[in-house]
């Protein structure tokens, strides 16, 4: 993939390793039953670990997939933890399976694997999930500064849709703004959808 090729995503990761986590994961907790029975999140392109650890911290057992390995550092952190996080060192297109949870949780990341491979990949993360489970992603909206480049996979909302079908779709925002992608100038176009697994 041209972006991961270019992109060095272990200083990207280092530097973003102090940043909150995303609300995301408080909602995706809160669709998911809360914190009374925590059980399995996948995290997909978990970065520096932010969101990983927040999930862990709130009694969750986390899988976190990357390509770098800036987490696998962090894991100290376990210690202070009631969760714990399983790091995968892979990209997750190479990926056969995945556990069973009650979690998906990816942010600006499932879009990166390109058309086919997100295709593919998005199969088996509904696989993954039972009836109730939740589905926390990122998908990348046609007005987005990457809509020209054939290997990342930017959707229009209809096939978002789509891809949700069997879903009933609790919150969803659009990102459409201009802003910043390391040191470049990018308008950003972010889907982000919470679901729940009907069947």
Known sequence: MDTAEKVDWA?????????????????????AGGDRQPGVVLDLGAGAGAD????ARRGWTVHAYDTDDTLAARLVENERMTG????????IAAVDAFPAAQIVYSTYTLG????TALGETWAKLVAALPRGGVMAVDMFGVNDTWADRPDIATLPLEQIDAMFRGFH???????DEDGRFLADKKHWHVITTLARKLG
């Open 169 to 175: 779709i609790i919150d969803r925002t659009v990102r």
């Open 84 to 91: 714990s996080v399983e790091f995968h060192h892979t990209d």
């Open 11 to 31: 200083a990207l990761n280092v530097h973003a390793a102090g940043r909150p986590a995303r609300r995301l994961v408080a909602k995706a907790i809160a669709a």
């Open 112 to 115: 990166l694997l390109g058309p």
């Open 52 to 55: 990983s650890l927040q999930f």
